[in-house]
T-cell receptor
Framework: EDQVTQSPEALRLQEGESSSLNCSYTVSGLRGLFWYRQDPGKGPEFLFT???AGEEKEKERLKATLTKKESFLHITAPKPEDSATYLC??????????????FGKGTLLTVNP | DGGITQSPKYLFRKEGQNVTLSCEQN?????MYWYRQDPGQGLRLIYY???????QKGDIAEGYSVSREKKESFPLTVTSAQKNPTAFYLC???????????FGNGTRLTVT
């Protein structure tokens, strides 16, 4: 069974204090790993897709990296508007349903001014 | 702008009543999905549809039903058989099976 574990569950940072969120996964053949951002009361918003170990993607203050066992979402000099829940999801390349994503429980990030 | 519209944003029902949640997309995506989100849990897949007039059960389909009569629409019915229906329901679509999901802004259902 595919599993995704995100840590920490919650993270408080001061504005400008860089840090990383972790997404550990076990999957029978990784097709893709996805990062989403979710604001309170809203649907998740797509950030990145990573396909193979060593791949990196960047967007503004965010950088996502991927190894064979985990992914990191690095946040450089965060601002209060980066406060949100960050979700990680994996898609397996094997099995009957290539549409199924397995989601982690998310990391709630709070950035204080 | 293209996107996914879920309605209503909040829905209140009495126990024993069926209720239908609306989901419409104008992204021209073939695949559509319904997820349920509960506090402290990851998103769980209820149903998905790859093409019009076809849909498959996800991990937690019991007590739910769907239809896909039009490409743009994928309504979800929460039946009285669903034992714990109070939750935040998210509809999503994707261009292809390994493409990112685009989500609506959800419907929060409360059953008392």
């Amino acid at each position: 069974e595919d599993q995704v574990t995100q840590s920490p569950e919650a993270l408080r940072l001061q504005e400008g204090e860089s840090s990383s969120l972790n997404c550990s996964y076990t999957v029978s053949g990784l097709r893709g790993l996805f990062w989403y951002r979710q604001d309170p009361g809203k649907g998740p918003e797509f950030l990145f897709t990573l396909y193979s170990a060593g791949e990196e993607k960047e967007k503004e203050r965010l950088k996502a990296t991927l190894t064979k066992k985990e992914s990191f979402l690095h946040i450089t000099a965060p601002k209060p508007e980066d406060s949100a829940t960050y979700l990680c999801a994996v898609q397996a390349s094997s099995g009957g349903s290539n549409y199924k994503l397995t989601f982690g429980k998310g990391t709630l990030l709070t950035v204080n001014p | 702008d293209g996107g996914i519209t879920q309605s209503p944003k909040y829905l209140f029902r009495k126990e024993g009543q069926n209720v239908t949640l609306s989901c419409e997309q104008n992204l021209n995506h073939d695949a559509m999905y319904w997820y349920r989100q509960d506090p402290g849990q990851g998103l769980r897949l209820i149903y998905y549809s790859q093409i019009v007039n076809d849909f498959q059960k996800g991990d937690i389909a019991e007590g739910y039903s769907v239809s896909r009569e039009k490409k743009e629409s994928f309504p979800l019915t929460v039946t009285s058989a669903q034992k714990n229906p109070t939750a935040f329901y998210l509809c999503a679509s994707s261009r292809a099976k390994d493409s990112p999901l685009h989500f609506g802004n959800g419907t929060r259902l409360t059953v008392t």
